[in-house]
T-cell receptor, first 115, second 115 residues
Framework: AQTVTQSQPEMSVQEAETVTLSCTYD???????LFWYKQPPSRQMILVIR??????QNATENRFSVNFQKAAKSFSLKISDSQLGDTAMYFC????????????FGKGTRLSVIA | SQTIHQWPATLVQPVGSPLSLECTVE??????LYWYRQAAGRGLQLLFY??????ISSEVPQNLSASRPQDRQFILSSKKLLLSDSGFYLCAWSPPGLRRNQPQHFGDGTRLSIL
């Protein structure tokens, strides 16, 4: 079974600064996908970024980028130029390529952006 | 485009009462459907997922059940609610079949309070 671990329950960052959220996972699968979801106070779950495990290049989406280290089973999220609207819970998620297995989520990191 | 509707948005129920939460998806056929629960300050716990009509997989044994009477309708039910059933319930969908790199899309959630 796959597990996803987010070791930072809470983090804070000054507006305009950069912050990195950690995520590690455990799996015996070789093909899989990794995602970061954002849940703002409105409680909506919003996809931030995704990474295919077979791609060596790290995914980027505007101010959001990942550092994917497959051998270390690490998938951290970097937020550059942090904005007040980035305040939210951030969830790391894993999905195996095989079968119809659903997403496995970490417990989340609560990020507060401070003005 | 695809949309997901989940209702009600908020529900207050007494202990021992029944429950029915409904989720529908528009703009796609044969989606994979999911029910998650998020307890206060916690991550997402997968409760049920379905890859087709009448096909329900249960991840966590409990007093909740799920049904999929129609292709794009997913219902979460209980005959007798417990205090521990309080939480935020999220429905999600993803494209069917082999489009494994497609992430899940979430509804707006139902906040359930048990008194």
């Amino acid at each position: 079974a796959q597990t996803v671990t987010q070791s930072q329950p809470e983090m804070s960052v000054q507006e305009a600064e950069t912050v990195t959220l950690s995520c590690t996972y455990d799996t015996s699968e070789s093909n899989y996908y990794l995602f970061w979801y954002k849940q703002p106070p409105s409680r909506q779950m919003i996809l931030v970024i995704r990474q295919e495990a077979y791609k060596q290049q790290n995914a980027t989406e505007n101010r959001f980028s990942v550092n994917f280290q497959k051998a270390a089973k690490s998938f951290s999220l970097k937020i550059s130029d942090s904005q007040l609207g980035d305040t939210a819970m951030y969830f790391c998620a894993f999905m195996a390529y095989s079968g119809n297995t659903p997403l496995v989520f970490g417990k989340g990191t609560r990020l507060s952006v401070i003005a | 485009s695809q949309t997901i509707h989940q209702w009600p948005a908020t529900l207050v129920q007494p202990v021992g009462s029944p429950l029915s939460l409904e989720c529908t998806v528009e703009g796609t056929s044969n989606p994979n459907l999911y029910w998650y629960r998020q307890a206060a300050g916690r991550g997402l716990q997968l409760l049920f997922y379905s890859v087709g009509i009448g096909q329900i997989s249960s991840e966590v044994p409990q007093n909740l059940s799920a049904s999929r009477p129609q292709d794009r309708q997913f219902i979460l039910s209980s005959k007798k609610l417990l205090l521990s059933d309080s939480g935020f319930y999220l429905c999600a969908w993803s494209p069917p079949g082999l489009r494994r790199n497609q992430p899940q899309h979430f509804g707006d959630g139902t906040r359930l309070s048990i008194l």
